[in-house]
């Protein structure tokens, strides 16, 4: 039997050598030895670590990645010497990670970091003094993030792998370029190994790029091998050569106009930007080539040094990156600088030599967000060679065995501020040449038509097993060619776009063409809705939580992958299940076009009648112009939390479709910008949106006469005219819900219907004050009777300041007869007993007292302020009202003596009801304690002073000079309740009450 004892040393010596393990993570001390140990065991999975700390920091890079292999530096280490090839052979990603308060350096010699596996994060390092590149990165999704790369002899970081992150790292003081993305400058060979490498799809972001080229600083293109080293002399070397033939051509063409498309109007926009070239270096058209690299070399002189940043590739990104709230260490810049290099601090070289044994234009897609490009010297800012030609994204080879369709896309635009588009390239004249690799050797295997949609096909019958595939774009009008794609092997039941279709099933008829009916296989979501294909074809990722949850879809089946709004309603089906910003945009990367949302007709009528002109929540088209209708690549969702059904029109059955009620096609339920408290949206998820019992759809403009008529109401406010009472509860009154004052009688609803909502400055609508009201019968109010104790007075009239309170000089207007003296409010306010609505008497005949003769208005007969339906002695004579009658006339002078100051007889029989009522001394209402209270009538203890004037039917308190105690007479109302007692000598001058107003 062998002994155990030989393999558990070897592991333990190895954990000694790597150092401790700590949660799973790898400490690595020591050195390059206990760096590579450390790498070593993680390789075999044995730093696995799930801390959350990892899945907050990298989350954003690695989504749903739960756990890593994690190699830290808990202290200070300088490694010099070499470091074996970084690889990680592990599904998970590979960290290595220096502590916040450590510093550990990298000064390999001659050989700096190589990271040529996938999944490798580099966090927290310096890598310094290096004779060669600083970092170089050949392998696919890696990251170097807050780390510093300085004073290294070549270049700060060189990446030819795809889809590499650099975030939030300072690159500074190296010899050559501080990142070099893609080939490099010099010409390779056909059947070169390195040819295939691109550095497609790398994003720098928040990072410092500065005083990069110190190397070639003063050095001139014009060296003999210069151009060679200089990838920004080599570019200008190739354009001047090129626009030399293109100057020594005599096509047969007339200038200066040509039709789209044809090869004579290529001729001449190239042309033109060859003779802005000559102008600049002071050249004749007739000039030679090697005379013209010469004046173009002397012409720019930011071509003598290298670049902070130099792209040869395709899908460059260079943004911005927020970085999340738990990397608590992170000192983010929050924006790229890339200042002070010796040459241009971006240089985009759209013209490299790798494509298959030809000369070659590299694509430009450089996204520069939020970066500063600052400089000291003349030399700086962003520069971009000319002649762009595109390059083939997403290649893709189907099939196993004998046939192998190949198809791929090319990145084509109409927009002129994009280098390639439809005005400078001739989508005739252009083809895809595939290639394929056996491994003895590259061969032609066909080629393919590019489209007008820039997508292309190639059958390739026996092709064999193991074969990988390469293509190259050929415009064949002047033999340029792109960039090379990376290799693809052919594999079946691919899902290149990784949307959850396999490849066979979006191209159902193999035939590399994305025809009627079929999604697109290089395409995650091919009718750009904010849903993956995969997602509304086969019910899954969001769509099938939902489903798991039990979402009530209306009819799941309707999802369409080729329909952007499914169920017609004008919301995007990714924007109603809440598609986010950043998934939106995510989506938008990886799109091998940038889509270009279209909005119908119908749907834009729903933003012109709310006079909405851009959209707040697009992903914008052309980002040199607003977002309008016709400017949008995608919508996102405002709210990702709140979602619609992207399979019924109208998600919440109140007839109105869910594009009406949210108008903006946000996502979001908006409020009133000014204040931010009115909604100004009704709720598609909510039948009734502002619960005032009526369904948002009976509300709103229905007879389309594009203002809200008195019967109508809005469908996001509760209370559309704001008297008090609710929408739901006018209707079923029969008042209008529109209309403050259904009935004109100058009360508002709200008032009549006993709802407490206490005016506001400067608005006629509201409902009773915070201490409701003092009418005698509240309950007899009616908002559609203008004169609701039909006395002949309308409620306003009597209530003349509308606030449901009876003060001074108002009557009652739920009572016939408010001070009981047997007359009722409009007799006494028009002197009219007969009922012809004309006074029965002449004016001008009463004597009312001193300065009353004749009084100005029949209303008020003694001039003392309280009109005669509120003054229990009219004529101020000393005799009640109700003592004088109705209509009497002792003296025979045409005026009835309850009007006549010279009448004093009190000894006539009453004529009809009582003493007491609601006087002018009510006192007035106080604070509100809320809108929508119904309010009950108002207890309020008063006092008859009979005798008229204005000191009468007032609170206890308002004449206290006339009697001895207040305490006395309240004891006397609770002993006797409302028995008379006579005053005096027998003769009745008075009757006193004390009643209690319920």
């Keep these: 039997m062998k002994r155990p004892f030989p393999s558990i040393f070897v592991f333990v010596f190895a954990l000694l050598a790597a150092g401790r393990v700590f949660a799973s993570e790898c400490m690595a001390t020591g050195g390059a030895g206990g760096l590579n140990a450390a790498l070593a065991l993680a390789n075999g999975n044995g730093c696995v670590t799930d801390a959350v700390r990892y899945r907050n920091r990298y989350g954003e890079f690695f989504p749903g990645t739960a756990s890593f292999n994690v190699v830290k530096f808990a202290s200070s280490d300088d490694i010099s010497a070499a470091v074996h090839a970084i690889e990680n052979s592990s599904e998970m990603p590979l960290v290595i990670i220096a502590d916040p308060a450590a510093v550990v350096r990298f000064s390999a010699g001659s050989g700096g970091i190589d990271i040529k596996g996938k999944r490798i994060i580099l966090d927290h390092v310096t890598v310094e ?220 070289n759209t013209m490299a030599p790798v494509a298959i044994c030809k000369e070659a234009e590299e694509p430009f897609d450089v996204n520069l967000l939020q970066t500063a490009l600052v400089t000291g010297t003349p030399v700086g800012g962003l520069f971009v060679s000319r002649f762009p030609l595109p390059s083939i994204v997403q290649l893709s080879a189907d099939g196993a065995g004998a046939d192998v369709t190949v198809t791929g896309n090319v990145m084509i635009s109409s927009e002129t501020w994009f280098p390639w588009n439809l005005s400078t390239i001739n989508m005739n004249a252009l083809r895809a040449d595939l290639y394929a690799d056996s491994g003895s050797g590259m061969f032609f295997a066909g080629q393919g038509e590019v489209d007008s949609g820039g997508r292309f096909s190639v059958r390739v019958t ?124 995510a989506l938008v990367a990886r799109k091998p076009q940038k889509p270009r949302y279209t909005i119908s007709l119908r749907c834009q009528a ?95 403009d229905k007879d389309g006469d594009g203002i809200l008529g008195p019967d109508e109401s809005d469908a996001h406010m509760a209370d559309t005219d704001g008297d008090g009472v609710s929408d739901g509860q006018e209707k079923r009154l029969g008042t209008y819900p529109n209309a403050c004052d259904s009935d004109e009688d100058g009360l508002s609803d709200g008032v ?42 309308m409620d306003g009239v009597e209530d003349a300041n509308g606030n449901g309170w009876i003060e001074a000089a108002e009557s009652d207007p739920s009572v016939l007869d408010t001070d009981r003296d047997g007359l009722e409010d409009g007799v006494e306010a028009r002197g009219d007993f007969d009922g012809d609505r004309i006074p029965d008497f002449d004016l001008r005949l009463i004597t009312g007292g001193p300065k009353c003769h004749p009084p100005p208005d029949i209303a008020d007969i003694d001039c003392d302020g309280v009109p005669n339906a509120i003054d229990v002695d009219s004529d101020d004579d000393g005799c009640p009202d109700v003592k004088e009658g109705g209509w009497q006339d002792q003296n025979v002078n045409t005026v009835p003596d309850v009007y006549d100051n010279e009448a004093k007889d009190c000894t006539q029989g009453e004529g009809g009801g009582s003493f007491g009522g609601i006087g002018g001394g009510g006192t007035s209402p106080s604070e509100s304690p809320g809108e929508g209270d119904t309010a009950a009538t108002t207890p309020l203890w008063l006092f008859d002073r009979s ?52």
């Design 129 to 348: 003094g290096t004779a060669g590149d600083g970092i170089r990165i050949s392998g696919e999704r890696n990251l170097v993030i807050r780390s510093r790369i300085v004073s290294n002899g070549a270049n700060g970081v060189r990446v030819t792998g795809r889809d590499n992150r650099i975030v939030d790292t300072e690159i500074a003081s190296n010899g050559v370029n501080g990142v070099s993305v893609g080939g490099d400058s010099a010409g390779q060979s056909c059947g070169s190994a390195t040819q295939n490498v691109s550095g497609r799809g790398t994003v720098i972001s928040n990072s410092h790029i500065h005083d990069n080229g110190s190397r070639l600083s003063g050095t001139s293109c014009s060296d003999a091998d210069e151009w060679e080293r200089i990838p920004s002399c080599w570019s200008l070397k190739m354009e001047a050569e090129q626009c030399a033939e293109l100057f020594a051509r005599e096509p047969d063409c007339e200038e200066p106009f040509v039709p789209m498309g044809d090869p004579c109007g290529y001729f001449w926009r190239s042309v033109g930007r060859c003779r802005d070239l000559w102008s600049k270096a002071g050249l004749n058209e007739d000039a030679s080539s090697s005379d013209a690299v010469a004046a173009v070399f002397d012409a720019y002189p930011y071509a003598h040094g290298a670049a902070g940043v130099f792209i040869d590739a395709y899908g460059v990104k260079i943004t911005s990156w927020e970085p999340p709230a738990e990397a608590v260490d992170a000192a983010p810049l929050f924006k790229n600088l890339i200042a002070n290099n010796s040459g241009r601090d971006v240089f985009v």
């Design 752 to 793: 009549e219907a006993g709802v407490i909502k206490p005016s506001q400055a400067g608005n006629s609508c509201h409902g009773l004050e915070a201490a409701g009201t003092n009418y005698r019968n509240p309950h007899l109010m009616d908002p559609l009777n203008p004169d609701s104790d039909s006395d002949g007075l």
């Design 947 to 998: 005798g008229g004037g204005a000191c009468q039917l007032v609170k206890e308190t308002g004449c206290d000079k006339y009697y001895t105690t207040t305490i006395l007479l309240l004891c006397v109302c609770l002993l006797i309740g409302f028995r008379r007692f006579s005053v005096g000598g027998g003769h009745e001058r008075s009757h006193q009450r004390l009643f209690f107003l319920s």
């Design 462 to 585: 026996n092709a064999g097993a193991g074969i990988t595939f390469v293509a190259a774009l050929v415009d064949t009008e002047h033999g340029n060619t792109s960039p090379v794609t990376g290799s693809r092997q052919a594999t079946p039941g691919g899902d290149d776009d990784e949307d959850g279709i396999l490849n066979e099933k979006e191209d159902a008829n193999h035939n590399g063409r994305v025809d009627a009916g079929e999604t697109d296989p290089i395409d995650p979501d091919t009718d750009a809705d904010g849903l993956l294909d995969g997602e509304e074809s086969l019910h899954t990722g969001r769509v099938g939580i939902l489903l798991s949850q039990n979402y009530p879809f209306a009819d799941v089946t309707k999802l369409d992958p080729l329909n952007p709004d499914s169920d017609g309603d004008c919301l995007p089906d990714g924007l109603e299940l809440g598609a986010s910003e950043a998934e939106v945009k």
């Design 606 to 700: 729903i933003l012109t009648d709310h006079t909405i002109t851009e959209m707040a929540n697009a992903l914008i088209y052309d980002a040199t112009l607003p977002a309008t209708f016709d400017n949008i690549a995608m919508l996102f969702d405002a709210d990702p939390a709140t979602t619609t059904d992207p399979t019924s029109v109208d998600t919440d059955s109140d007839g109105v479709r869910d594009g009406n009620e949210d108008f903006n096609f946000n996502g979001k339920r908006d409020t009133d910008g000014a204040s931010g408290s009115e909604w100004v949206e009704s709720d598609p998820t909510l039948s009734d949106a502002d619960g005032d019992g009526i369904i948002d759809g009976e509300e709103g």
